[in-house]
């Protein structure tokens, strides 16, 4: 039997859970469908710096901003920029909480799924087709490999950069960024990591050597969650046996031969196996035509590369904004699309331009430079 809903959010992550937090605050009720089983079966990342200008309007408008400031991971905003030497090249250690404070990214998801009615998210469905039911008419059938089916008259993609929602809008496919992650992380680091706990200090690292860099985070339970960053060919990750710890652990150490002992320390006594991760991005400026009943937010909308910073902070937002052009044309879905979609194209294009290039400030031969005077100019910026 095929059950129809009016709003069907596809994806449950935090630009599909904050659509439909903020829809649910202006009375409307929404179905979102998540391919995971529930909300424990995966861990859900590490630390977000959740940004005034975007991320934390969209909690304001989501009726939560005091309960997220219960999440705030304080002393999170530090930073530290380092060469591959180990030599400090900009020291942000005693940064107190501002205009960006850090939180768990999997505590401010239970923070979302907590506010919204029971029943609101179905857990384990993985879409299989979308189509039109009637072409032009901006009705939508959505399959899922569980056999439920459904209809709906506003179909939202949330659902990712690799979107089973997107094609119905655009033809574009995220493309390889040049640069790839290996993923590890250090448990209990103050006690069994203490020379990696040091170098990372209690917030934010970037080391840095050309087309190299290792980036982390302290997380609040008081492990380290570190990427290490490579530029290389696609299928670099696929000459390394990752299903092997020692010998994947020796390829990156290889890589890292000459690094300082305390950041080759971050792979060398890592606590997990190592997780490769290819980084792919749509073209900035990625747009479509207006189609009758359904539009993206997040990574659908505008995967890029997470140096920027925005990722999440534009997933949230756009829910936001979405939810409240939905709000402010009731009963007129196709008038909300069109002014939610005139404000989301440029703004999401700014954020792609602007990681597109600190991208290759960060990878650049003579790395850390660039991304020091980066900060330096930011201090240099009025305070509004």
């Keep these: 039997m095929t059950v129809h809903h009016p709003i069907a959010i596809i994806g449950g992550g935090l630009g599909g859970l904050t659509t439909a937090r903020i829809l649910h ?72 909480t501002s205009g960006r404070p850090e939180v768990d990214r999997g505590q401010l998801r239970d923070l979302l799924i907590d506010s919204l009615p029971d029943g609101t998210i179905r857990w384990g469905h993985k879409v299989v087709t979308v189509r039109p039911v009637e ?28 979107s089973k929602v997107r094609p119905i809008v655009s033809d574009e496919r995220p493309i390889y960024s040049g640069i790839s992650f290996i993923e590890v992380d250090l448990h209990d680091a103050d006690n069994k990591h203490p020379a990696e706990a040091a170098i990372m200090g209690t917030g934010m690292l970037f080391a840095l050597g050309g087309d190299t860099g290792i980036f982390g985070h302290r997380e609040g339970d008081g492990s380290l969650h570190v990427y290490l960053g490579h530029r290389a060919d696609e299928h670099w990750v696929d000459t390394i046996d990752f299903h092997d710890t020692p010998t994947s652990k020796a ?95 440029p703004r999401s294009a700014d954020a792609a331009r602007e990681s597109a290039e600190s991208l290759e400030v960060i990878f650049a031969l003579d790395a850390p430079k660039g991304l020091v005077e980066m900060f330096e100019a930011f201090d240099n910026i009025p305070a509004q």
């Excluded at 939560?64 to 219960?70: I, S, V």
């Excluded at 939202?156 to 690799?162: M, R, T």
């Excluded at 999440?312 to 939810?323: K, V």
């Design 135 to 162: 072409t032009g008419a901006g009705r939508y059938e959505v399959e899922f490999a569980n056999g439920v089916t459904i209809t709906t008259d506003l179909l939202i993609g949330a659902d990712g950069a690799w």
């Design 25 to 96: 605050v202006h009375g409307y009720d929404t179905a979102v469908f998540e391919l995971e089983v529930d909300r424990d079966a995966r861990v859900q990342g590490g630390m977000l710096d959740i940004h005034e200008h975007n991320g934390q309007k969209a909690i304001h408008a989501a009726g939560l901003h005091e309960q997220f400031l219960e999440l705030v991971h304080h002393g999170g905003e530090a930073m530290r920029i380092l060469d591959r030497d180990g030599v400090v090249h900009r020291d942000e250690s005693d940064k107190g």
């Design 251 to 345: 390829a990156i150490l290889e890589l890292l031969d000459g690094w300082d002992n305390s950041l080759r320390g971050f792979i060398e006594n890592a606590d997990t196996s190592l997780t490769p991760r290819r980084i792919h991005a749509l073209p900035v400026g990625h747009s479509w035509e207006r189609i009758p009943g359904v539009t993206l937010v997040g990574d659908a909308a505008h995967v890029m590369s997470p140096f920027a910073g925005e990722g999440a902070n534009l997933a949230m937002y756009d829910g936001a904004r979405l939810a409240e052009a939905i709000a402010a044309h009731r009963g007129n879905t196709e008038a909300a699309l069109a002014a939610y979609e005139t404000e989301l194209f």
